[in-house]
């Protein structure tokens, strides 16, 4: 598309917002960024645009600015559905996102990653097992860089552009077409934007949409929702399973080694004894890699490598610290019930489980069994604090304490808790109550433990 004289909307000014507006203006567009945030609040992201010829509109968004646009390009955080793109619509002005926009651009291959939990480990991991194959790589996509920074030349031409791709970004999707697509789960998450669980899977769904039949789908065959999607909308992209089973073409996860498996025959195997990954949910991480690394050009002894290498990533089942032999783990990042899940079930011995924050209305009384077999001690805070008292009520064994701080939180944890037991903040909840990302809860977390010795 010729962006020339183009008037060109970019919606919310956050890292995407930015790297959009710099593209566009690049192109000779005359670019208007509009956010609802107050202009306070954004100097930092204002100061990134500094020396460009752009319309900054903050503070909340002005119906005009969308009644004349010839292109309107949303932020990932920003809802497709938003009342105040009506003037977009009506006109039949292209509402896309960020993502499209790149997409046009880059004539790489794409390897793309979604999935409710683990996409940005298995983004990491599969930049990692390229790398050490010799390969340019870049990583980005909804973690660190955009891809629009990518198509506007700010990284080095890559081999293969390796991209976390979000629900919401796919929201927006048109003709994005990635060369090797994975999904690692569905699971309830963003009720609180997605009117229902099937919109929310409808949504994920579209990573697969434009692939072509020489493209690679990647799907956990362990996961009922991908199941009943590839029943419902078989894709038409050659696919690749891995599971906990024998399968015919895929991946084979086994307690400690994970074998590659082609028409029935076992075509390569690597290791788990040295990984850094800790629970089942990352075996299945590493088994994706390993399928989408390899149909990529890495090499076996790269992938190996970075399995071996690999450590994991801030506020995932972090170690933080230990006082007193009390264990204290940072699974921040864990915002919904299923990720939850998940940590409990790489722990054997007792946990006092921190949960609560901002409510994605995702059901809590799936947590049930799972706090009844691992937790010992529970302790709520946040907005979503009495639901999840509601939701638990009767478990776990020592009952549940409320706190009305991280401080207070950690402290009452530590009191419940005993040497050789673990502490594990993993809250099934979205931040925003009080903090500003899972990155500043999780560091919050890490600065009380550490004040605890």
Not at 62 to 70: L, N, V
Not at 122 to 137: F, P, Q
Request: glycine letters at 10%; one cysteine or more; aromatic letters at 6%.
């Amino acid at each position: 598309m010729d962006f020339r004289n183009k008037r060109i909307v970019v919606v919310g000014l956050g890292r995407s917002g930015v790297a959009t507006a710099r593209f566009l203006v690049n192109r000779g567009a005359r670019v208007t960024v509009t956010d609802r945030a107050p202009a306070d609040t954004l100097k930092a992201s204002a100061g990134a645009l500094d020396g460009l010829d752009v319309q900054l509109n903050l503070g909340g968004h002005d119906a005009r600015d969308f009644e004349t646009a010839d292109l309107v390009v949303l932020s990932p955080g920003v809802p497709h559905t938003l009342p105040m793109l009506e003037p977009a619509w009506a006109n039949g002005t292209p509402v896309i996102g960020e993502v499209e926009l790149a997409a046009g651009y880059i004539s790489e291959p794409i390897l793309a990653v979604s999935g409710t939990n683990g996409k940005t480990t298995t983004t990491e991991l599969v930049g990692n097992m390229l790398k050490n194959s010799g390969k340019d790589v870049f990583v980005g996509g909804n973690i660190g860089t955009p891809l629009i920074a990518y198509a506007d030349g700010a990284h080095a031409r890559a081999d293969v552009v390796v991209a976390e791709i979000s629900s919401f970004q796919l929201d927006t999707a048109v003709d994005f077409r990635p060369d090797t697509a994975v999904m690692l789960n569905i699971t309830d998450d963003h009720l609180d934007r997605y009117a229902t669980f099937s919109a929310y899977a409808e949504s994920k769904w579209r990573i697969f949409e434009n692939q072509h039949p020489t493209d690679l789908a990647i799907f956990n065959a362990m996961d009922a929702t991908v199941a009943a999607m590839i029943k419902k909308h078989p894709p038409r992209a050659r696919r690749r399973l891995f599971s906990d089973q024998a399968i015919r073409n895929g991946a084979q996860i086994l307690k400690d080694k994970i074998l590659i498996i082609d028409a029935g025959r076992q075509n390569g195997c690597f290791s788990l004894d040295r990984t850094g990954l800790i629970g089942p949910h990352n075996r299945e991480n590493t088994a994706a890699a390993c399928l989408a690394a390899r149909n990529q050009g890495a090499t076996d002894a790269g992938i190996q490598q970075a399995i071996d290498e690999f450590q994991g990533l801030s506020h995932r089942l972090e170690m933080v610290g230990q006082v007193g032999g009390v264990q204290f783990v940072n699974d921040s990042k864990a915002t919904n019930v299923d990720a939850v899940k998940r940590a409990l079930a790489c722990f054997d011995r007792s946990v006092v489980l921190i949960l609560g924050g901002q409510s994605k209305r995702g059901d809590f009384t799936q947590l049930k069994l799972p706090v009844r077999q691992h937790v010992k001690t529970l302790v709520v805070m946040g907005e979503a604090k009495d639901e999840i008292v509601t939701a638990l009520s009767g478990d776990p064994e020592k009952g549940i304490l409320e706190a009305g701080s991280m401080l207070e939180a950690v402290e009452k944890a530590f009191g419940a808790a005993v040497a050789g037991e673990t502490v594990l903040l993993s809250p099934a909840c979205a931040s925003f109550d009080r903090f500003d990302d899972y990155v500043q809860r999780g560091n919050r977390f890490r600065e009380i433990v550490g004040r605890l010795g």
